[in-house]
Each structure stands twice: as C-alpha cells, then as structure tokens.
C-alpha cells in the first residue's frame, strides 16, 4: 500500500499543468480580438455600465465587430440595458456562445445564468468561510467570461468592471496589455476615489486609452475631468451631459445609437467614440 | 479493508471509518474541507483530468443553485451518467429505491461496491435481495 511519502507531486491531479492549460485556452480565445477594452472607474454609480453599453452599439454601428462582457458578476445589469436579459446562453462544442444584441453587439453577462432576483451565491465546502474562497471564484468566472465564451474573431471586447480598484488588478493580471477607458463623475468624492484608480494604472504600468466624464452638469461647482486626466497625463475623451432621456432608454434595454433622438448626451458619446477611435489609431502608430 | 462507518458531515469535513477484517485495526479517511475548497477554487479537477474540461465548467459548478445541492451531486451523476455509458449493470426500480435511502455522499460508493459485488456473482441486474446479500456480505 501506498504511504504518503510515497505520493509524488500533487498525487496525480497535475495542477500546474491544467491551470497552464487554462492560461494557454484564454490567450488563444483572446487572439482573436484585436482591442480588450475594460471600463473601468474604482467608484460605483458612475454609469460604468450605461456608458459600456452605448459605446459598445456606437462602434457596432460604425461596423466594428463588438463583444460586451459584464465583468460586475455581483450586480449585472448590462442585458437588461441592451434588452437581451430574456435571452439564455447555449453550450456548444467551441464554448459559450453569448447573446446577440443590438446591431449585433455579442453580449455575456452573470446575469443570464442567474434567475431573476436570484443572487450571485457560490458554493463552498466550509460556508462560513466562504468569503475566503470568494474572490478566486469570481475570478475564475470572469477568466472563463474570456476563455469559454465563443466570441470569434471581434474588432472590440469591451469589459464593463465591478467598482473598486482591485478589480483593475484582476483584469490586468488575466489580460496583459488591456486598455483602460476610466470613467469619473464630476465631484470631489469621485474623482478622491477615481484618482487611486489613475494612480494604480501609472504604477502598474497599464494601458489607459482616456479618462471620461460623466453626468456632467449634475453637481453644482463642479471638478474638472479634463483637469483630472491633466494631471494623470492621460488623453481627456469627452465630457457625457447628465441626461434623464438617456437614463430612462437605458432602463427599457433601448441603446442611444438604436434611436433616432438627437440630444447632447448622444453628441456626447458620439464624440467619445470619435475620440477613443483617433487614440487608438495613435497607439497603433507608436 | 470493510467500510465500517461514516460520521458527517460536519463544518465540510467527512469522517469514513474502515475495518481490517484481518486484525481488526481501523481506519479512518478524514476529508480537508479547506484545502479541497482552495484547489477547487482555482477551477482544476482534482485526481487529474482525463478530458477537456467543458465550457465555463467551474462557474457552472460553483454557482448556488436555488435551494442549495450536496456537494457530491455532481460527482454522483457524473458517476451515473459513466455507468451508463459503460453498459454496467442494471438495477431494478426497487433496488434503486432502497439505494436511495443511502445518505447521498456516500451513495457512490456504496453503488460501486454493491455493482462490483453484482459482478463478481456474474449477475447482470441488481435485485433488492441482492443488494440485502451484498449489505451483509460487504458489511454496508
């Protein structure tokens, strides 16, 4: 009979090998996706998840091919903004295949595997520690968000983050050389929260493509984004005006570049799209 | 060595009692909760894998279902579903009742013994009186 010392390496279960077996499925899925994109704040409430969603339809509409993925897997709520949370993912021998939305935006999010209200719950042997095990399990699911999904070959994979800083830091580690698009509101409390985010992607080296404000006009004296994405030296991408329409659209799953209404909040993001564009185009040329 | 008697869960850890039938020594299988949790939690098959893992296996498997599962269910109906595959025995309705009064985590492998049982007897279908000559013979 066996004894324990006589048990080589981690018994046969070969973890090394599989986890490298899973890092090797992620870069091979995301080779085929020429820009990952995540918006990110550090903030909550800043409409991470209504800007995510309309830039994914704006650049969808300008032909690109978009994928969307709701990385926020305790508060999904990018399906019900695109309208597709009805819809339910299939297994299918190349992965996942995620939902099609509007102007045929690839849509993935928690929220389709949960039933409605249904939190996000993960099992754990030891319940009561289950807060222990909790991160590395939402990591898991965001790196098969990225490697399980069949998502083809995309211009663009947008990641719409989960508020706090250390989900910037989970991304970057499964995605090396993401871009950042940062979102701020136009308040001090915003932008005390949205600066340790700026200052995490300096110290780590990340990629940030711009810093965008949002619902500006909402605050009375309000601080500046461009201001802030001056002093971070990182590209200003626009200013959105806070728009009840566009809050209202969102709610029924109704993206702004599937409507035909013309309002300063559209111009808006027309024009952080134009802006993300040209950024891009002048990295490719670095 | 006889399986003798379990004791658990308790706080996600399960206790499995065996007998020597020779010396009379017992042993004991202790499971770790926490450290099969945190290998778990980084989404590999412990005992090593012998196909590819599925699609978006690890979210599927930890996401709490409505109304909560026993942690070996999975691996319970993995083991069905092998069975199948591999033509084994059959059981009859009554004798897979009675299997069901079995506490579920250690179901599967009571399952196995008993079809090993069966198949040693050269019986191709698992009867509740066989399964009753099984239990006293294997000592379950």
């Known amino acids: 009979m066996k004894k324990y010392k006589d048990i080589v390496g981690d018994g046969g279960s070969n973890i090394l090998a599989q986890v490298k077996d899973q890092q090797r499925r992620l870069r091979e899925r995301m080779a085929r996706i020429r820009h990952k994109i995540a918006v990110v704040s550090g903030k909550g409430g800043v409409g991470k998840s209504a800007v995510s969603a309309n830039l994914a339809c704006f650049l969808a509409k300008r032909g690109y091919r978009v994928g969307l993925l709701d990385a926020d897997l305790n508060g999904p709520s990018i399906a019900r903004m695109l309208g597709v949370d009805h819809q339910r993912l299939a297994i299918e021998p190349d992965g996942v295949r995620p939902v099609t939305g509007p102007l045929g935006v690839q849509v993935i999010s928690m929220g389709m595997l949960l039933d409605e209200n249904a939190p996000t719950r993960w099992k754990s042997l030891v319940q009561d520690e289950s807060f222990v095990w909790r991160g590395a399990l939402e990591a898991g699911t965001l790196r098969e968000f990225l490697s399980d999904v069949a998502w083809g070959d995309l211009d663009f994979l947008l990641l719409d983050l989960a508020p706090g800083t250390d989900r910037i830091s989970t991304v970057a580690q499964l995605l090396p050389g993401v871009n950042l698009v940062v979102l701020t509101l136009p308040s001090g409390v915003s932008q005390m929260v949205v600066k340790k985010s700026l200052a995490l992607a300096k110290e780590d080296h990340l990629s940030v493509l711009g810093l965008v404000e949002n619902m500006t006009g909402l605050f009375p004296g309000e601080a500046s984004g461009a201001e802030l994405a001056q002093a971070f030296g990182v590209p200003f991408l626009g200013a959105i005006p806070y728009d009840p329409a566009l809050a209202a659209l969102t709610d029924q799953g109704q993206p702004l570049a599937l409507s035909s209404i013309e309002s300063p909040s559209r111009r808006a993001l027309e024009s952080v799209t134009d802006a993300l564009m040209e950024v891009l185009s002048e990295t490719a040329l670095r | ?140």
């Open chain 2, 1 to 140: 060595m006889k399986f003798q008697a379990y004791e658990g869960p308790e706080e996600g850890s399960l206790a499995i009692r065996f007998l020597c039938p020779t010396c009379g020594k017992s042993t004991a299988l202790l499971t770790n909760s926490f450290e099969t949790q945190l290998v778990t939690s980084l989404g590999v098959k412990i005992g090593g894998r012998t196909v590819p893992p599925e699609p978006m296996e690890q979210t599927r498997s930890s996401l709490e279902s409505e109304g909560g599962k026993c942690p070996f269910a999975n691996m319970l109906a993995e083991d069905q579903a092998q069975a199948k595959e591999n033509n084994a025995v059959s059981w009859t309705p009554e004798a897979e009742t009675r299997l069901e009064r079995v506490p579920g985590f250690v179901r599967p492998m009571a399952k196995k013994a008993i079809e090993k049982y069966a198949e040693q007897k050269g019986a191709q279908e698992i009867t509740e009186s066989l399964l009753a000559e099984a239990r006293e013979k294997i000592g379950m």
